[in-house]
């Protein structure tokens, strides 16, 4: 209620109503809590909810996630756990440093409970990213690395340009999320067709493999972010390639193009190119993730997200058969208080689950 009455209005006032601006201020913000300072304590008293559960092999204090796209760069990886989360998935980033796509790129549509954004995959590259993290340390909750194809690379080249970023970032990452739905980098979305895919992931999988055994550490996880644009047969094509080349997990769902859902008031938005997230999204993603899990089962445990806006819909998805939620637009659009009311009603269903 605080937020929604007074933080969210006060932010937007002081930037023009400029949703990019304020997400910029947020993270920077947020990026100067310290690990262990005074303030990220209290906020962590306040925030987080115990739950704890083990999937991919990682152990998570509990099922609720920051999605990729908040913190692109790792900028505030201590103030995560502080708000709540139990992982963070920063990025997407690529091989190379790269500006996205021309501003205004990102806008809040209030009466739809959406964000429409066409970034771009803005970020300072794989290699700044690396250097972040082994300069400041990773978070004390489990940490994804979402990874995309750089704008300069042509769409047959993309595969070094995965790789290179996977050589960078594993030594850092808890997972490794191989983002092919992104529908804001031109020909990304190609990479899901499974000739396509097939390639990417076998290059992908071997280079995981020689990286644990030259490194003694254990392989990092590898899930693959889908769109939820995708027809049921695409994605059992998809699915099929997956297990076949020991991807860890799926991401359902990315943004979407559809424009279903949206409220009159933001019709305006419908021609405005981009992916949707938000509550347009809720029905879809949970019908992916159920479709997924009857497929698959628990063979690819399944991180659920698009449109979870409070404790119904976090329930849904993992009665659809999520494993893992993640949450991005509500937190943008109502703050950390939706964290803990999620995380607070699944704690006691799970300990009665468990």
Known sequence: MLFDRIVRPALYRLHANDAEAVHERTVRLLGRLGQGSPLTRALGRYYRVDDPCTVFGIRFPN???????????????????????GFVEVGTVTRHAQ????????????????????????????????????ATGKPDIPLGISIGKS????????????????VTLSPYADYVAVNVSSPNTPGLRTLQDRGALTELLSELSRT?????????????????????????????????????????????????????????????????PGGLSGRPLTARSAEIVRFVHDQVGDSLPIIGVGGIGGPDDALRMLDAGASLLQVFSAFALHGPAVVKRINSRLAPRQAVRR
Not at 69 to 74: A, N, P, V
Not at 100 to 106: A, E, F
Request: hydrophobic residues 45%; aromatic residues 4%.
């Open 63 to 85: 099922r609720v996630g920051l999605a990729a796209g908040m913190d692109k760069d790792g900028r505030a990886l201590h103030a995560w756990s502080a708000l709540g989360f």
């Open 151 to 166: 704008k300069v690379t042509p769409v047959e080249e993309a595969i070094s340009d995965y790789r290179d970023s996977l």
């Open 208 to 272: 995981s493999r020689d990286l644990a055994a030259t490194s003694g550490r254990a392989r990092v996880p590898l899930l693959v972010k889908v769109a939820p644009d995708l027809s049921f047969d695409a994605i059992a094509e998809l699915l099929g390639v997956c297990l076949d080349h020991e991807v860890a997990g799926l991401i359902a769902t990315n943004t979407t193009l559809s424009r279903d859902g949206l409220a009159p008031q933001d019709a305006r938005f419908a021609s405005e």
């Open 99 to 134: 500006p996205g796509n021309p501003q205004p790129r990102l806008f809040t549509l209030d009466a739809s409970d959406a964000v429409l954004n066409r970034m771009g995959f803005n970020n300072a590259g794989a290699a700044a990213l690396a250097g972040r993290l082994a």
